[in-house]
């Protein structure tokens, strides 16, 4: 790690650079282990030195004219602060300084780096491998021709910003970048401009704006139709998938009602009459003595996805606490796979199915503020989608819908490499935003997702690809 301070000459902001091997050792403050040192000071020509320094050495850091190894030993360099940053698009430096190892600055302009260095930014670097990305082959895509299956993603808290840091991360390669049906979807709820996952996802499910808070239920508390009721009435089967909590507000929305999203309890008595056929993510069932055992007389109730097989009885619950964990804490591949066992036990029905997966992390990496936690959830969404499209165009009647339900943390991305897939991100809040946040569609119908529209519209236009006849109140 370089120390390093900055100075102002006469317009330029100067960085000065301190090698660690050097204050490590005090014996080395001493004349002769500089010479090397000030024998660099003959370059580059032209800057001329009174005298060699000990403490101080107005030479210039950045290569053609040292090499790393010569650098090592020097003490201090002043050198231009441009060579640590880069400007913004108002010719302001940015804030990349952060990012190149330094723990501490001299400058006499201090007000204005305080000013860089308070703004919130974090940053990471991806990995160097992207994932691979599914190449589609648009069967039927964007075409007027039957629904059988309907797959909705969720990416709670997931705005362009954040599917944009992912594509960065991902070193310019995303799968839902590939669909070609987009619009964007407006999130306020019926009594705030800022949702929460409530209404947010309730919107969706019913077709009715709520109340902050609310799952299933209109602002009056009245039990609303879900799509998971209308399609029952066709036979279709419903799946439910979250990498997080079942009994959270997004999953909760396509089979609970109750005004308080927190009523975890009223969720799981919910789950018993509920149109569900699949549900898999976190609980801790051992909570609910009394529901859980009405609910094990109705579903196979399973502890770990590793046991689910393509012979596994439905109706299911998979109760499993790794659902709970972030990618950065070892969740892999979970929901990739618990989507994959679920298209393997609904695909052989004839009359076709409805799943709700849910990124559930990404919206808490946003509220954390923190980017790697958002990007990563994003790619392992994003891996989701990838086997979505590919479902759907094995068969050419499935349409995929991928949206959020609302954009958390202000994210906003200030710089960024597609190369190595650096990203520089500034969270503007620690809560959600009235951002509208996109839809991306795929498959048959996928034409019918375009345009600006409130987030009830979703709902109604999945009626439409289904061709259903229900008419809910609006
Ligand atoms: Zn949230």
Not at 345 to 370: C, P, R, V, W, Y
Not at 396 to 417: A, K, M, P, Q, R
Request: hydrophobic share 40%.
């Amino acid at each position: 790690m370089r120390y390093c301070f900055l100075n102002i000459i006469t317009f330029l902001i100067s960085v000065t650079v301190f090698c660690k091997s050097v204050y490590s050792n005090a014996d080395t403050h001493t004349r002769k282990n500089y010479e090397p040192a000030r024998a660099l000071l003959q370059f580059p020509p032209g800057i001329i030195h009174s005298e060699p320094m000990v403490d101080f050495f107005p030479g210039y850091a950045v290569s053609p004219f040292y090499y790393q190894a010569e650098l090592n030993r020097i003490e201090m360099i002043t050198d231009n602060f441009r060579n640590y940053s880069s400007r913004n698009s108002i010719g302001k430096f940015r804030d990349t300084v952060t990012n190149q190892g330094v723990d501490y600055f001299k400058t006499n302009l201090k007000d204005s780096l305080n000013a860089v260095i308070k703004q919130k930014t974090d940053s990471l670097l991806a990995s160097k491998t992207a994932h691979s990305l599914y190449k589609p082959l648009y069967r039927n895509d964007g075409q007027n021709k039957p629904v059988k299956y309907i797959i909705i993603l969720i990416g709670d808290g997931t705005g362009l910003a954040q599917w944009y840091a992912g594509y960065t991360a991902n070193h310019a390669s995303l799968n839902v970048f590939a669909m070609r049906h987009i619009g964007l979807s407006k999130t306020s709820s019926l009594d705030n401009y800022i949702t929460d996952s409530a209404p947010g996802a309730t919107s969706i499910s019913s077709g009715v704006k709520t109340n902050n808070r609310a799952v299933g239920v209109d602002h009056k508390g009245a039990r609303l139709t879900l799509l998971p009721d209308i399609i029952a009435k066709r036979k279709m089967k419903t799946a439910i998938i979250t990498s997080g909590d079942f009994r959270d507000a997004t999953p909760a929305s396509f089979y609970g009602h109750r005004s308080l999203r927190s009523d975890f309890k009223g969720m799981m008595e919910d789950l018993v009459t509920a149109k569900v056929d699949i549900i898999m993510g976190a609980c801790n069932m051992a909570q609910y003595d009394s529901v859980s055992v009405i609910l094990k007389k109705k579903f196979n109730v399973l502890g770990s996805l590793n046991t689910v097989n393509k012979s596994t009885k439905l109706p299911l619950i998979v109760a499993d606490s790794v659902a709970a964990f972030s990618i950065q804490k070892g969740r892999n591949d979970w929901a990739t796979t618990a989507f994959q066992k679920t298209l393997q036990l609904l695909s052989k029905d004839k009359n076709g199915f409805l799943i709700m997966l849910e990124g559930a992390q990404i919206d808490h990496g946003g509220h954390a503020n923190q980017l790697t936690y958002v990007v990563s959830e994003l790619l392992d969404f994003d891996q989701v989608i990838g086997k979505a499209m590919e479902f759907a165009d094995s068969n050419g009647e499935t349409l995929v819908i991928v949206t959020g339900d609302h954009e958390t943390g202000g994210l906003t991305l200030t710089g960024g490499d597609y190369g190595t897939g650096m990203i520089n991100g500034q969270f503007s809040t620690g809560g959600h935003t009235a951002i509208p946040v996109p839809v991306f569609a795929y498959g048959p119908q996928s034409q019918l997702f375009g345009g600006v529209y409130e987030n009830t519209d979703i709902f109604f236009r999945i009626l439409k690809a289904l061709k259903s006849d229900y008419k809910p109140l609006r």
